[in-house]
């Protein structure tokens, strides 16, 4: 199978592969007489005033308070739910829990602050696409803010016609983002044994599919790792700890963060949104002071 030509010097086998009131009573005179009447009722009506003036600030303030916009930190403590959904590539087959690419994804997103990340892993071995869409509806379930959908492999290492491997991608895509859920497609490549005609046909899936459905690309999921002997196992195929390392830092992180920035800006602007107008209202206009 081939690559591409920065990858196919590389591999020996198979590789595949984004927050007082304070109220001043005025005392009267025993007997007041009516200038002094007039006085305090003067001043009366001035302390009336003035609690009146500070009440409505008070209020503002409150208001401006309670619908003060989200802080940076508080955004990116959010909750953020990402789907790893795919074959043994994503599940991590051969290495222990802690070392496939969901476990270190989740790692590094708590690293740069974002705390309450959890990153589910749905990877399953000997998954095809086919497989993959017939599980869309128990997966969904996890509610997923951004799924990483990796995808394919299996069906191009038994030769499954092209045409049907593209369908049932096209199928997740739109399954997952009918469910609300941000997608990045991870793109393959698969060694020349097949003849160019096939590896060309595949690799061309990926960067078509994520043009015409508007969807992030990880151009190949495994870049950098495919085909190195250090940084895959015995099989050739399925990357170490290290491997898995370089693609979360190299492959993923790249492209997830940005889609992480468009969803907080997004959840954002739905929130702005729907606010009534006396709130927008009351948002926008300056607390001032009665002298």
Not at 169 to 188: C, F, P, W, Y
Request: glycine share 6%; net charge negative.
């Amino acid at each position: 199978m081939k690559v591409s030509s920065h990858f196919s010097r590389n591999l020996p086998a198979m590789a595949v592969l984004t927050i007082a009131v304070a109220i001043s009573g005025c005392q009267k005179d025993a007997e007041p007489t009516d200038a002094t009447d007039s006085q305090n009722t003067s001043s009366q009506n001035t302390d009336v005033q003035a609690i009146n003036t500070q009440t409505s600030t008070q209020t503002n303030t409150s208001q401006v308070t309670a619908d003060a916009p989200v802080s940076t930190d508080q955004q990116i403590n959010s909750p953020l739910t990402i789907l790893a959904l795919g074959d043994s590539l994503t599940e991590g087959l051969g290495v222990d829990s802690d070392a496939n690419y969901p476990a270190q994804l989740e790692a590094s997103l708590k690293e740069l602050g974002y705390t309450n990340a959890k990153v589910i892993n749905s990877g399953l071995s000997g998954e095809t696409s086919t497989g993959l869409v017939n599980r869309l509806d128990w997966v969904a379930q996890t509610k997923p803010d951004i799924t990483i959908l990796t995808i394919g492999a299996n069906d191009a290492i038994r030769g499954l016609d092209v045409v049907t491997i593209e369908k049932n991608i096209r199928t997740a895509v739109k399954t997952l983002q009918d469910n609300g859920s941000h997608v990045i497609l991870g793109g393959m490549s698969i060694y020349d044994n097949l003849g160019n005609d096939y590896v060309s046909a595949f690799s061309d899936i990926y960067p078509r599919v994520a043009k015409d459905m508007n969807v992030p690309l990880i151009p190949f999921f495994l870049e950098g790792v495919g085909g190195d002997p250090e940084l895959n196992q015995a099989d050739a195929i399925h990357p170490t700890k290290e491997g898995y390392q370089i693609i979360v830092k190299d492959n993923i992180l790249p492209i997830l963060k940005p889609e992480i920035e468009k969803l907080k800006a997004s959840n954002s602007t739905n929130t702005t949104a729907s606010k009534t107008p006396n709130e927008l209202a009351s948002n926008n206009t300056p607390t001032e002071t009665t002298q």
